[in-house]
Structures are given as C-alpha cells and as structure tokens.
C-alpha cells in the first residue's frame, strides 16, 4: 500500500481517533489505531474495549490495504512542515516521507485487533449536533471526579432523551448543571450516564449537522456524517436532580454576565487559596463582593445590581465562574437567592440552570 496524503487533514483525524485508544495498561495494540484504505475513502478506528469509534475520510485514491498506526506517527506528523506526505507499508514496517525527511516504524499484525464493540442500534433520535455540542459546554463541566464522588454515576454526564428533546446534566454534589427542558420524570424516556472520555470525544466530532443516537440498557451509540461512537455506559444510579432543583424564587436579580464574571475574578485574587471563598452581599441597588486570605489581605468589589430583598451569602468563586465561563459574555443571567444557607440557581432563557450550594458562615 502506498498513499499519498494531506499531513494536516490526516493529523486531526489521528488526534480525533487516539481519543478512543486505551491506556498503556491494557494491550499495546489498543494504544494504536487501525487504517483501511478503501478506493475512495480511509477508515480509522481505535478502542479501549469500553467505547469504540470509527471515522471515515474521503480520499482520491484507488488502493485497498490496511495498517496499524503506532502512536508515534502522531508526533511525526505535528514536527513535519510539508502538507504533502507519503504513507507506505511493506511486512510489518510502516514508512513515512515528506519531501525532506523519512521515518520507518514497525507496526503489528492488523489481524491483532479487536472487532469493534456494537451496541443496540434499534432505536435512534436525531438531534441537532450544534445544540448537543452547547449542552456538553454546558454541562460537563460540573461532571464529578472519580475521586470525590460519592455517587459512581455522577462521574459521567446523564443524557435523557424524550419526544425528541435531550437533557444532560453534571453534577458534584455541590454543583449541578443541566441543559434542556425539563419534563416530568417519564418511564418513555431513553437515559444514560455517559463517560467522560466518551463526552469529550462526542464534542470533537459535532459540527453543524445532525448527530444520531441510539440508549440501550448498558451502552450508547452516536452516528455523525462520517463517524460511529460506542460507548459502555456508567454504572450505577445517577443522582435524582428533579428532587433537589430549587422552586423558582421571586427574590432574584439579573446580570450582565462579563460584568458579574468580572467582579468576582477580581474579588477571588484575595480570597483563600484552598476554599476560594467569596462573600456576595445584595442589598438594594448594588452588589458588594468581599474575601479575605490568612495571608493574602483582602478584597471589596462593587457593582450595580436590583435585587428584591437583601441576601448575604459566599461561594466558591470557582464554581460561580465554572457556570459562567460557557455563556455568552454580553448576555444576561438571572440569579435566584433562597437564602445564605440554600442553594442559588443561576437561569438563561429556559435551557440552562446551574444550581450551587453555598458556603457555611456568610457573615
């Protein structure tokens, strides 16, 4: 087999695929990624054996062959500065050429890779892969980390599919994001917790088209125009967010996201390094945004707000900017306050609302 190919074009699709390969603790030949020419187009897939994706390119050539790509033709490609490169085979060698350079690397048995897992493909939904791409930014964020959680499920993003409207939501148990409109809890609906790994990879194949998917009882699948994604789904039972979602809350204000976001980076530059703590005091015409270090010193930032009632409550600075970094900057966000001591809701038209738990001890 001997192709010629574009470096940049082959590079990110490498980029893409490796996303799916495994860890150096599971079989070297799950570390690489499998290439099939076909006349027409190149196949590229790659697995960990928990998800599984494939990405077709279109291609000008009329050969038929197929070849493992070790890790490493990554790295060549990133430090070659020709577009136009060579990819050969012969045994067990693989062969790299630019115009000025030439690489050999050995590479397996293309017969040592594993078939793909395929999950139930009986039912897919059609949704519109620029909003889905908007609810991950959304969303995932909030995802809880293996080590913190308290609930196996919430390290991976819930996905609820009903009448063809999606929800996702991330939450920590501190935190919760979620995208969509929510309906009533409905036995009809298609749900699953999905991983990580598998979320970040879904993000860098939605472009400004439709994406496919397809819940079963323990795995998803997603289709775009030119790639399948598997995923194994989390086990567990995820959080019940419905129960824990606060009323809406007459006692709100709303606010100039770049100008809110702005007051508490400033304010946080003294807060305390390890609970990043920042104290938010509403009262009538303005917003008064104080913390304090052991160490640090200490911060006062004002802006003007119109709240109803007076509220003294502190974050995580963190997280309140975690909520506003994926929103648009020169649009506003309401936010409800139930309280110093109840959870704050932050709101955007009907799809987004991010809830966070207050720090104990405003005052």
């Known amino acids: 087999m001997n192709l010629k190919l574009n470096r940049s074009k082959m590079l990110a699709a490498l980029q893409v695929v490796g996303g799916a390969t495994a860890s150096r603790d599971l079989k070297p030949i799950l570390q690489s990624i499998k290439f099939v020419a076909q006349p027409g187009k190149i196949e590229l897939s790659a697995t960990d054996l928990e998800i599984g994706l494939t990405l077709t390119l279109d291609a000008e050539h009329d050969q038929e062959g197929c070849v493992i790509i070790p890790p490493r033709v990554q790295q060549i490609l990133r430090e070659l500065d020709d577009e136009d490169v060579e990819l050969s085979t012969s045994g067990d060698t693989i062969c790299i050429k630019s115009a000025s350079s030439e690489f050999e690397l050995a590479t397996d048995d293309p017969s040592g890779f594993p078939d793909l897992p395929k999950g139930d493909a009986s039912s897919w939904v059609t949704l519109n892969a620029e909003l889905i791409r908007e609810a991950i930014g959304r969303t995932s964020f909030a995802v809880a980390s293996a080590e913190s959680s308290k609930f196996g499920a919430a390290t991976g993003l819930y996905l609820e ?17 979620c995208w969509g409109m929510i309906q009533p809890k409905s036995n009809l609906a ?41 995923t194994r789904l989390v086990e567990g039972k995820f959080p019940e967010f419905r129960a824990v979602l606060p009323k809406e809350s007459p006692n709100r204000t709303h606010l100039l996201v770049s100008q809110f976001a702005g007051a508490v980076r400033q304010a946080s530059v003294m807060a305390d390094a390890e609970s990043r703590r920042v104290v938010f005091n509403f009262s009538g015409d303005k917003l008064t945004l104080h913390a304090s270090g052991s160490t640090s010193g200490r911060s006062r930032v004002e802006i003007p707000v119109k709240v109803e009632k007076p509220c003294e409550i502190a974050f995580d600075s963190k997280f309140v900017l975690d909520g506003l970094k994926p929103l648009d900057q020169s649009s506003q966000v309401s936010l409800e306050l139930n309280g110093s001591d109840r959870p704050a809701v932050f709101r955007q038209a009907d799809r987004y609302l991010y809830v966070v738990v207050p720090l104990v001890n405003a005052n």
Do not use: C, H, W
């Not at 790994?197 to 030119?226: H, P, Y």
């Open 161 to 177: 599919i009903l009448d063809g409207n999606a929800v996702l939501v991330g939450t920590d148990g501190r935190r919760l994001a």
């Open 190 to 230: 298609k749900t699953g917790v999905i991983p990580v790994k598998a979320v970040s990879i879904l993000n860098r194949l939605l472009v400004n088209s439709d994406v496919k998917v397809s819940i079963g009882q323990n795995d998803a699948m997603f289709q775009t125009e030119n790639a399948t994604l598997y």
